[in-house]
């Protein structure tokens, strides 16, 4: 990793690490009352099917507040989430922020029975993906994918995997407002752990954008889940089963593989 650009934005000191969770939804859902949902999350969880759909919504919005509520050492019942959507401008999805506290980047995401939250000071971004049942495309990845990309995913032995590496990354800088989905193929993180360019029109003013950006990658021990975070100093990812513990303890074990 020596040709990793060099870092361009350092933290302040004293300024806590961006935290991203990913958890079983089943681990999470316990923890409904410790939250206060917003009338739009009550409206649009009650317009979900019972069932698993509904659990992964709800459970996601536990967990970006058990996040956040970490991170600023406060009660996550005290945190009020609004989302707004980029595109319609609707209030009940989009990029979900924390409605008193501006300063503070929350994000969510959730698979099929799990969810991922984090939290940072400062833009952050999370995606969890099902890997049980992915099937390589290749005509996705090619849409997806900048070639020095696909070439690596086509040579791997696991594409699939492979695959849904680059893609959790991708999704969660989409998160950050660094792409956007239909500018995926031009967001190049091929070329080592560290961003590599991104070949735009701009594409100098684009290498340092994403140059500014650090990802913690991390995947479950049965492989079934793969999920990726991004914020502007490395996230700590954490993966562990230990949630209720996790709320008040400030340590936890780090698991899964870290880029700088
Ligand atoms: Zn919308």
Known sequence: MSTRP????????GTPTPLALVRATEDVLPLLDAVTLAPYERDRAARLPAGERRADYLAAHVLVRLCAARLLDVDPAALVLGQRCAECGGEDHGRPFLRDRPDVGVSLSHAR???AGAAGMGPVGVDVEDAADAVFSPRVAARALAPA????VHADPDPARSFLRLWVRKEALVKVGVTTLGELRGTDLAASGAPAGRRSADGRHADRLLADW???????PDGRLIAAAVAH???ALDGGSDLDAARFAHSFAYSGEQHA
Do not use: H, I, M, N
């Open 149 to 152: 990309e696909l070439a690596a």
């Open 113 to 115: 029975g799990a969810v």
């Open 6 to 13: 060099p870092r361009t934005t350092s933290p302040s000191p």
């Open 214 to 220: 650090r990802f913690a990658d991390w995947s479950s």
């Open 233 to 235: 100093t490395t996230p």
